[in-house]
């Protein structure tokens, strides 16, 4: 999905926007906003052993729902996944420099903001955003390879039973 550099380069450039579109989303299909955090953390006790509901709309909420909201919901869940790409990445890189261009640029700085503060220049910082960029198409490419090599072995198995 996000293989080349310019889609990468188009999600860190609306994470800013997709963050509050996904606030806004969630408030208009569930009433709340879901905390980040809540997206997919694990319980233990008694809170894991009760049963309860699913964040997510059910089968028969789906089917009531209008075209409008599937397409709201089809668009929260992309937007979440993007994010949740770019954060994951929060903090991964070799030096520090790098870690804070890459917060700033998600906070929506400008080249010139982010040079002045770090006391370099503007291309040094343009420099660091193609590595940036560099790495996470390779690290997503390298995901995506090892899943597909993933799925091969598990084809293997099925075909070998």
């Known amino acids: 999905m996000f293989k080349n550099r310019t889609s990468i380069a188009s999600i860190i450039t609306d994470y800013q926007m997709m963050k509050t579109e996904i606030e806004r989303l969630e408030r208009i299909l569930y009433g709340y906003k879901i905390p980040m955090d809540n997206w997919g953390v694990a319980q233990y006790g008694l ?28 668009r929260l869940t992309y937007m979440r996944y993007c994010v949740s790409i770019l954060e ?44 940036i960029i560099e790495i996470i198409v390779s690290a997503r490419n390298a995901q995506n390879a090892q899943n597909a090599q993933g799925d091969q072995y598990l084809l293997k198995e099925k075909s070998a039973v």
């Open 47 to 74: 809170d894991a052993a009760m049963p309860k509901g699913s964040s997510g709309k059910s089968e028969a909420e789906l089917k009531k729902m209008d075209i409008r909201e599937r397409k709201q919901l089809e």
């Open 88 to 131: 994951n990445f929060t903090n991964s890189f070799s030096d520090l420099r790098t870690n804070i261009i890459y917060d700033h640029i998600l906070d929506g700085w400008t080249y010139r903001q982010i040079a002045s503060e770090l006391g370099v220049g503007v291309t040094y910082v343009k420099e660091r955003k193609h590595q």
